[in-house]
């Protein structure tokens, strides 16, 4: 195996700032979605008083997810020692820390009081799921930065194998806390369940695995930098056993669920006649997220193919994304039990289905936030060596895995 | 260190202690007792005295008497807080609603005001980040708006959608109950009225036909743990052991 060498991206060519412009309007125009959500307040959100957790947070706990999810390849190399992937462990810690951060972004500038930051980062009710995540997201853009510069700097890499061991730690930790945001919740019929953390982590994997396999195509084949199948196939492999693994943990959860009597209401309604949920679900997830990906990843007659591989990840991400929008909205539309086995009616949206219709605004900010991810990860490949010269066959050694 | 060696008591000198030590306690609980005793009674504090937990206020609802077409006890509630929506029923503000609530099995419809149930356990508490939330030591469920910081996540872990968040700028409130945009609230038990002295909330004083009892619990002469000591009566999601401060009867 040759020795890696790393460079910084050209960054020169229209392509490039043609690029960063686009995304620098985005972030500019969730910018201004935001001054409007804040200025006029909630109300011109799709988001109520009964669904108060919105699009924005579907955006920002899809990136969340995805970037403890991402560090998975860092991991990979550094904690399970399989040499294959060592090349690609800057370039997956430092989307780890920009996914990151394109997800608190959403999270902080959606809050009713984004000006209140300070509070919510000195302020803290330990007993909180919440509070203990605001510490975990710290903690993680903390020490991935630190392995980031291990792996980086000559004089420290003897010490990196330990900070990548805390990192990949820290990342199931992490993870295992946004999934018990949900899990925690005794209210509501959705969540309240252990299994919605391992579900998370699992998820992370997935979507975390498809952004990266993304990220690295789009990036190699725009700086004209080989990419060889070795890798790639490793990857889309191990991405399609990570499908298989969310699969398994949905069907536990859905299926435990319909074993209770109690929870029959909130499984027919996600399952059969919930409207878009149901669509999302067994379309959104199941056939285009699922399905469709897996026959992609393992159908021989495609196998050395790279478009099956683009294909399968983009629609890896869209059913994360589907199965986000199922138990976060989904959770929140179905109505509270407050009287069991009761028919219950209101002027306060009691009983009935509670109606959610993302506005422009909430998708601007999303999207900004995605944006926000990217630009970072571009600014930063152009200024630091993260990114291997060349990732071509002979230069990975597939055999030394 | 040398051991010291207590001279022998003589039995005047264990005596004269006793007699001093029970003289004193004999004093304090005759000059103290009856100060206890009328405190207790009144229930009342002064406006500087601290909250405490010998209180907990609570509210029995009996929704037989609850009348399906009066809302009076929402519209007193409204008034009194300045909770005029913007017709927009969606995000407006509701401290207390009115539910009608009907036996898939029999038919048969019961009618009654919900609002925050200020749990003992109240799962707001526990999951607010910042704190915000918080259960005073009478029993009262409220926000701290100083730093609330918006994240709506006490709304998605109240099993009673007791709480509303701040969707728009707020006109013309009310001295007594500042409210913030991009905060969330919820009923509070009238707790400036209480604090001043007064003995029941404003919707409980509104409701013509008696519905709401509004009281004490820890005092077991209030006429509201009386009640509760001599009818029945039920919390909402009893099994989440919450142990709301708001009883129903009638159900």
Redesign the interface.
Known sequence: MRRMTYSEIEGKGIGFYLILGVLGAIILMGLGAVYHMEHEGHYVTGMSNQVVWGLPHIFAIFLIVAASGVLNIASIGTVFRKAIYKPLGRLSALMAITLLLGGLMILVLDLGHPDRLIIAMTSYNFKSIFAWNIILYNGFIAIVGVYLWFMMERRMQKYYPYAGFVAFIWRLILTTGTGSIFGFLVAREAYDAAILAPLFIVLSFSIGLAAFILYLMAAYQLTNRPLGDALLMKLKNLLAVFVGAVFYFVAIYHLTNLYITEQHGFESFILSDGGIYTGLFWIGYMLLGTAVPVFLLYCRKMSEMRMPIIAASVLVLVGGFSLLYVIIIGGQAYPLEIFPGKEVSSAFFDGVVNPYTPSIWEFMLGIAGVSVALIATILATRVLPFMPKSLADKDVDPHAA | MTEQTASPKTENEVNRREFLSKGVAIAAGTTLAPGLFLHQMSQAKTADEAVSDKVRWGILIDANKCADDCSDCVQACNETYGLSG?E???????WI?????????TGHVTSLP?MCQHCENP?C???????ASFKRENGIVLVDKH???????C???????A???????LEDQKAEAPRG????EACTFCVTRIDQGEETTACAQACKHEAMLFGDLNDPDSALSKRLKDEPSVQ??AD?ELNPGVRYQG?
Not at chain 2, 125 to 131: F, K, L
Not at chain 2, 163 to 169: G, N, Q, V
Request: charged fraction near 25%; proline fraction near 7%; aromatic fraction near 6%.
């Open positions: 913007h927009r029923p969606a995000t407006d503000a509701q609603r009115k539910v009608t609530v009907k036996d898939r099995q919900l799962p508490v526990d999951v607010c980040p910042t704190g730093i609330c910081i918006g994240c709506r996540y709304m998605m872990a109240c099993p009673y959608k709480r509303s968040f701040i969707h728009e700028t945009k991009g905060t969330v909402l999601r989440l159900l």
